[in-house]
């Protein structure tokens, strides 16, 4: 079982519209989530990080985590063609490892 | 923020030969560093942890005698590709997570291409 999965996508919504990305995890003792975001060619870049059960909101990006589920989602609201990458989820499990789903494809059509 | 600097960015060599590449943190300790390699269109994919003061954690199906990791000091890990050959063709990331664990910092990736 692969510690991090993701749904690899492509994923396709409208500008304006609401992209949701979701992952799940193997590690039930994970305490610390990041969504990252990745332009090709380049290193992932911080988008959020959470800890606790719930929501957690920052500007259009809100995370969301459900230990009780192993599941993180990311939902980006008013989606802008600039938002246009890959989101990768990571997991920093119990061993003290930071590990990466796969990535999905995020396209925001003009 | 915290600043991870990897280089080189871009390597070209020839099959059989070894290219080092290296990874420092510029403005924080890291007893811990990531090694990732990622082929086109897929994720990261974790190849190693580098443990400053002991030796590397290789993930399954990593050869660790064909990459060799090396974290001297607190702020520089190096991973070399020894015998390099045409699948070994990659995007390298390295990262280094904060001392709290609270966030990994990437280096800038290195382009290797083994012709």
């Known amino acids: 079982q692969k510690e991090v999965e993701q749904n690899s996508g492509p994923l396709s919504v409208p500008e304006g519209a609401i992209a949701s990305l979701n992952c799940t995890y193997s590690?039930?003792?994970?305490?610390?989530f990041f969504w990252y975001r990745q332009y090709s060619g380049k290193s992932p870049e911080l988008i959020m990080s959470?800890?606790?059960?719930g929501d957690k909101e920052d500007g259009r990006f809100t995370a969301q985590l459900n230990k009780a589920s192993q599941y993180v989602s990311l939902l980006i609201r008013d989606s802008q063609p600039s938002d246009s990458a890959t989101y990768l989820c990571?997991?920093?499990?119990?061993?003290?490892?930071?590990?990466f789903g796969t990535g999905t494809s995020l396209t925001v059509i003009p | 923020g915290a600043v991870v600097s990897q280089h080189p960015s871009r390597v070209i060599c020839k099959s059989g030969t070894s290219v080092k590449i290296e990874c420092r943190s510029l403005?924080?300790?890291?007893?811990?560093m990531f090694w990732y390699r990622q082929f086109p269109k897929q994720s990261l994919m974790l190849m190693a942890t580098?443990?400053?003061?002991?030796?590397?954690?290789?993930e399954q199906g990593v050869e660790k005698d064909k990459f060799l990791i090396n974290h001297a000091s607190l702020t520089l890990s190096t991973l070399t590709v020894t015998s390099a050959h045409p699948e070994d063709s990659s995007f390298y990331i390295c990262?280094?997570?904060?001392?709290?664990?609270?966030?990994?910092?990437f280096g800038q990736g290195t382009r290797l291409t083994v012709v």
């Open positions: 990262s280094a997570p904060n001392q709290m664990n609270t966030e990994a910092f």
């Open positions: 590690d039930r003792g994970s305490q610390s």
């Open positions: 959470i800890y606790s059960n």
């Open positions: 990571a997991v920093l499990n119990t061993g003290n490892q930071f590990y």
């Open positions: 403005d924080f300790q890291a007893t811990t």
């Open positions: 580098s443990n400053e003061g002991s030796k590397a954690t290789y």
